[in-house]
């Protein structure tokens, strides 16, 4: 299986132009459980199906206090 990994460029337009400052930020909040990024030759690359099961995660997670 192969495993497909996006830039922190793309990861930022994902989430709408997000700053570095806000993704470090989700980088370092272990409460949130963001993945971790491979870090190859200075640059960090996320697996992009890590990053589909936090997003499905966090989807539930505000689906679940929306109900309570």
Known sequence: M???YI???AL?????GISEMTLW?????EKL???????????KYYDLS???KFE???AE???RKRMA
């Open 2 to 4: 192969h495993r497909h």
């Open 56 to 58: 499905r995660t966090q």
């Open 25 to 29: 930020r989700w980088e370092h909040d």
């Open 33 to 43: 459980g963001f993945p971790r990024a491979l870090e190859i030759n200075g640059r």
């Open 50 to 52: 890590e990053i589909e």
């Open 61 to 63: 997670f505000a689906a």
């Open 7 to 9: 830039t922190r460029k």
């Open 12 to 16: 930022r337009a994902r989430y709408g």
